[in-house]
Nanobody, 124 residues
Framework: QVQLVESGGGLVQAGGSLRLSCVAS????????MGWFRQAPGKEREFVAA??????YYTDSVKGRFTISRDGAKNTIYLQMNSLKPEDTAVYLC???????????????????WGQGTQVTVSS
């Protein structure tokens, strides 16, 4: 069973940057689909970014500010977050799949593995 563990969250001022990491253990996810969702207080969980089928996808609100990347040798994915805004405040969850490509990557139900999440708080 693949386990995902996130790190890198914290408190940052608006305009600042953070890099989240997600390490996978218990299986290899070197080339399979992986991504990030987030959930803000009182709001539904939403898709943030994913690597699927060798391509990268982002929700509109983070395009140009966030970058997802993978280090297959380390079984790790990253989410570099720049120009952070207060509305980016949320728990960020890493997700993984046993498949190389997910067509509907933006749906929670498509993802098999979930991490516990890491808190990101952006102050104004």
């Amino acid at each position: 069973q693949v386990q995902l563990v996130e790190s890198g969250g914290g408190l940052v001022q608006a305009g600042g940057s953070l890099r989240l990491s997600c390490v996978a253990s218990g299986g290899t996810v070197g080339s399979t689909a992986m991504g990030w969702f987030r959930q803000a207080p009182g709001k539904e969980r939403e898709f943030v970014a994913a690597i699927s089928g060798g391509r990268k996808y982002y929700t509109d609100s983070v395009k140009g500010r966030f970058t997802i990347s993978r280090d297959g040798a380390k079984n790790t994915i990253y989410l570099q977050m720049n120009s952070l805004k207060p509305e980016d405040t949320a728990v960020y969850l890493c997700v993984g799949s046993p498949y190389y490509s997910l067509i509907m990557y933006y749906f929670e139900s498509q993802w098999t593995y979930w991490g516990q999440g890491t808190q990101v708080t952006v102050s104004s």
